[in-house]
């Protein structure tokens, strides 16, 4: 075995790629619930690079627009208030397990007219080092597994309350270099694409001006991806948000937004086999991508129950006061038989002349969630007023 050590981060991600299209059964638990969690290749596509949503529980797909909607949605650089900006997030990820595992995201945007947006981005999750050895347990160097992806976005309005936008991805992961239990290794790649809209209109609610928005992006539809020839390929993590945003003007000197988001991967879901590995419920997770997405609403072995089960929510709020300081405050809910992340967040910006400064923290219970003390933190430039 060439890989003698590596970092814990490093095996767990190595492993769902390897296994993310196996046909795993779902093992009952001491407490007669059934764990099956998806699981997919490229899973860093999904994770918030930014701190501003990630300071309101990861929602994103319909809040005010940005220099990271490329990521949550693409439709909205189509209502950006400036003519061009950019920013950069840094996130270290799962320190409580290791500590050189970092996301690193860069974003930028431009206005073509009053009704098309360009935009790009990069996105650069490294997972650390790991030793190398031959088969002789000798040295043979230090690799650093790693993966990004590169986009391109267009946005377009329709009149004054819509928009569609789109996103094109190329995404390459290269998790290992040599051999896994007797296969030759090599880095993955894959293209994929976002379609998402996007609609706001202001109104009158509880007596205050206030504007209501709502979004939905299915993300990262793209080709399956394998590591080696004998091993089976993965599907990446296609995904549906749909979501809704209310902002309330409640003064010349205060805003406040509540947002809600709903997620759930259009993959196949893993179904009961038996002792000889003959499917006894759900269905039989090799197919296309095109199956992949329209049979994920009903291949979930437990049935219409566990379906509802692998939508997972993201609640947030955001306070502005003089459009200068923002304070933030979010929850993330996927329920326990599907993964489990129940966590609190919260977070601050400030807004100076033409720069955003954010930060996020996530909340949670250390000895259970390998996501406690998440800190993350953006920059965000913006130039030419509309």
């Known amino acids: ?97 290791v500590p050189d595992i970092d996301l690193g995201y860069l974003s930028v945007y431009h206005r073509l007219d009053d009704r098309n947006t360009i935009g790009g981005s990069l996105r650069y999750f490294s997972y650390g080092s790991i030793q190398l050895t031959d088969d002789n347990q000798q040295d043979i160097g230090i690799y650093s597994p790693n993966e990004f992806a590169i986009d391109g976005t267009f946005a377009r309005r329709f009149g004054d309350n819509f928009s569609l ?94 947002a809600l988001d709903m997620n759930k991967l259009l993959v196949p879901t893993s179904p009961v086999l038996d002792e000889n590995g003959v499917i006894i419920s759900g269905k039989d997770p090799d197919r296309s991508v095109p199956s992949g997405i329209f049979g994920s609403f009903s291949d979930a072995p437990g049935g219409f129950s566990e379906e509802l089960h692998e ?31 129940q966590y609190v967040t919260v977070g601050a910006g400030l807004k100076y002349n033409v720069f955003n400064l954010d930060f996020a923290y996530l909340l949670a219970n250390q000895h259970e969630s390998p996501l406690a003390q998440t800190l993350r933190f953006s920059l965000i430039f913006n130039f030419e007023k509309k």
Do not use: C
């Not at 080696?228 to 000197?253: E, M, R, V, Y």
């Open 311 to 341: 939508i997972s929510y993201s609640l947030g709020t955001e306070y502005w006061y003089n459009k200068q300081f923002a304070v933030r405050a979010g929850y993330f809910y996927e329920h326990p038989t599907k993964g489990d992340r």
């Open 165 to 258: 936008g789109t996103a094109v991805r190329y995404i390459l992961s290269s998790l290992s270099n040599g051999q896994f239990n007797g296969q030759e290794i090599r880095p993955a790649s894959a293209l994929a694409a976002d379609v998402s809209a996007y609609f706001r209109n202001g109104t009158v609610l509880l007596g205050k001006d206030a504007e209501v928005a709502f979004g939905l992006n299915i993300s990262n539809i793209g080709t399956k991806v394998s590591y080696s020839d004998a091993a089976p390929k993965s599907f990446l993590p296609t995904n549906l948000k749909l979501g809704g945003a209310t902002t309330f003007n409640l003064d010349d000197l205060n805003t406040f937004t509540v």
């Open 1 to 97: 075995m060439p890989i003698n050590k590596f970092s814990v981060g490093s095996a767990i991600w190595l492993l769902l790629a390897w296994t993310s299209s196996s046909l795993a059964q779902d093992v009952p638990q001491s407490d007669g619930k059934y764990y099956n969690t998806i699981q997919t290749a490229a899973p860093f596509l999904l994770i918030a690079p930014d701190a501003r949503s990630g300071a309101m529980g990861d929602v994103g797909v319909a809040i005010s627009s940005d220099a990271n909607s490329l990521h949550w949605n693409p439709a909205k650089l189509a209502f950006v208030e400036n003519q061009t900006g950019f920013a950069v997030s840094y996130t270290p990820w799962l320190r409580n397990l």
